[in-house]
T-cell receptor, first 113, second 112 residues
Framework: KQEVTQIPAALSVPEGENLVLNCSFT??????LQWFRQDPGKGLTSLLL?????REQTSGRLNASLDKSSGRSTLYIAASQPGDSATYLC????????????FGTGTRLTIIP | KAGVTQTPRYLIKTRGQQVTLSCSPI?????VSWYQQTPGQGLQFLFE???????NKGNFPGRFSGRQFSNSRSEMNVSTLELGDSALYLC???????????FGQGTRLTVV
């Protein structure tokens, strides 16, 4: 059974800093990994999708990496802004034909102005 | 391009009642998945539909059911509501199910 972990559960950093969020998964047989952000009481916004054959993806100030063999992914946020404050979730689709996302519990990020 | 639309946004129901939630996926997307989000359990998979067929089902009781129509719109139904069913219900659409998933704003269900 696939399990996804995100540590830390909460993180506060001053505005302007670069930061890294971590995601680990127990079964390396994944099809893809997706990073989302969620604002309080809202739905999920897709940030980046990494296919299992890829090592990283970039979008603006965001860069996500994937190391399938070690079961890890990181989301790097450059030059953080108060608007980046949200909960960040990673999720994997496993290889075995079950097209569902298995989510981590998220990291609640607060950017201090 | 319109995103994923969920209706209604908020619902208050009484224990024992039933409820139907609706999800309209992004045009061209044939896969619709439903998730329940609670503070204690996080995001849990309910079921996934593709071309009107349920392909995958999570570990929820039979009170939770769904369907998908020929235009890919999906509904989920919860019968005999319990207090523990209070949650944010999220719908996701994707082209095939294993491609990038896009979520709606969710339906906040409160059972009293």
């Amino acid at each position: 059974k696939q399990e996804v972990t995100q540590i830390p559960a909460a993180l506060s950093v001053p505005e302007g800093e670069n930061l890294v969020l971590n995601c680990s998964f127990t079964d390396s047989a994944i099809y893809n990994l997706q990073w989302f952000r969620q604002d309080p009481g809202k739905g999920l916004t897709s940030l980046l999708l990494i296919q299992s054959s890829q090592r990283e993806q970039t979008s603006g100030r965001l860069n996500a990496s994937l190391d399938k063999s070690s079961g890890r992914s990181t989301l790097y946020i450059a030059a953080s802004q108060p608007g980046d404050s949200a909960t960040y979730l990673c999720a994997v689709v496993s290889n075995f034909g079950n097209e569902k996302l298995t989510f981590g519990t998220g990291t609640r990020l607060t950017i201090i102005p | 391009k319109a995103g994923v639309t969920q209706t209604p946004r908020y619902l208050i129901k009484t224990r024992g009642q039933q409820v139907t939630l609706s999800c309209s996926p992004i045009s061209g997307h044939r896969s619709v998945s439903w998730y329940q989000q609670t503070p204690g359990q996080g995001l849990q998979f309910l079921f996934e539909y593709f071309s009107e067929t349920q392909r995958n089902k999570g570990n929820f009781p039979g009170r939770f059911s769904g369907r998908q129509f020929s235009n890919s719109r999906s509904e989920m139904n919860v019968s005999t509501l319990e207090l523990g069913d209070s949650a944010l219900y999220l719908c996701a659409s994707s082209r095939t199910g294993a491609t990038e998933a896009f979520f709606g704003q969710g339906t906040r269900l409160t059972v009293v």
